[in-house]
């Protein structure tokens, strides 16, 4: 199809992005045409259930079409598009390396740096009480498939950073007893930052990849059976293995991020570029 681009060795590379919905639901039309049969349509139009993306019964009787939907999609799609909030002090290392995912022990590192006059005995707590998070999030990265939603609705990633080394300065202090608020430290250094990532497919582990799918029909059942949820979600991934530096197609530093850890409840970034911005002041995205 015309819309997708291609890589440098000239593979055309098929991205879903979530939020060019009206793009998604015509690609439908194209590797599912044989699932959704006349007879399935038929049936909704008549019945009109709600569609739900996590309770499939409204297929009645066809709830076989979803491993095999699921299957055609995976198929169709070399890229997911989604995006990373962080907080880097440089964005270099994204651009060399990739995402790498969560390393607990380089987080530990910086905690000790940022905090290096709290007491060691209190560092050593506060680690102490993450360590049954350390195994379970190990080289894990997390990933929104909107970034608006993100920005408005989880934006904490890119005002402070990673949620385990927030987690970590929580556990030293939250200013409710008078003390400092160590959260608010984490928001001395570094950028706020979204990256913008296409994800190989293969990466994305099977049940994201089912949940992408079943929100897929979602919404084309909502068109079929004209009732629609008005449910605003996006898919969220959490990918297991690096993600390469060429996946990195953009980013940028939002100027506005909705604040759920402050009274002030939005966070204003006054520093909107960095060492890796393109030199036109347009990155490429749309900047919130
Ligand atoms: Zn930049």
């Not at 959704?36 to 297929?59: F, G, H, I, N, Y």
């Not at 989604?82 to 590192?109: K, V, W």
């Not at 195994?135 to 939603?149: I, N, P, Q």
């Not at 402070?160 to 608010?184: F, I």
Request: charged share 25%; proline share 6%.
């Amino acid at each position: 199809m015309s819309s997708f681009g291609r890589d440098r060795s000239g593979m055309v590379q098929k991205v879903l992005d979530w939020r060019n919905r009206r793009a998604w639901l015509q690609h439908v039309r194209w590797y599912a045409k044989p699932l959704l049969t006349p007879k399935l349509v038929a049936a909704l139009e008549r019945r009109k259930p709600q569609c739900w993306s996590d309770v499939m019964d409204w297929l009645a009787g066809h709830e076989e079409v979803v491993p095999d939907f699921c299957d055609r999609m995976s198929s169709y799609y070399t890229h997911l598009k989604a995006f990373h909030g962080c907080r880097p002090e440089s964005l270099s290392t994204y651009y060399e390396q990739g995402l790498q995912g969560q390393d607990a022990n380089s987080i530990i590192l910086k905690l000790k740096k940022l905090f290096a006059d709290v007491p060691l005995a209190e560092l050593d707590k506060a680690i102490e009480k993450m360590q049954h998070r350390e195994s379970s999030e190990k080289g894990k990265t997390w990933l929104s498939g909107d970034d608006r939603e993100m920005v408005r609705g989880h934006g904490h990633y890119i005002i402070s950073g990673s949620e385990y080394l927030l987690a970590l300065a929580a556990k030293l202090g939250t200013g409710q007893g008078g003390e400092e608020d160590y959260r608010l430290r984490l928001r001395t250094i570094g950028i706020p930052t979204v990256l913008e990532v296409d994800i190989p497919i293969d990466l994305v582990p099977p049940a994201q990849k089912l949940e992408v799918a079943k929100m897929i029909l979602s919404e084309w059942g909502q068109l079929r059976t004209k009732r629609p949820l008005d449910m605003s979600s996006s898919p969220c991934y959490v990918v297991r293995s690096d993600i390469p530096a060429e996946c990195i197609k953009a980013h940028y530093h939002p100027a506005r991020i909705h604040d759920f850890h402050h009274y002030i409840t939005t966070y204003v970034n006054n520093t909107q570029r960095c060492e890796c911005c393109p030199p036109s002041p347009c990155n490429g995205i749309a900047a919130s």
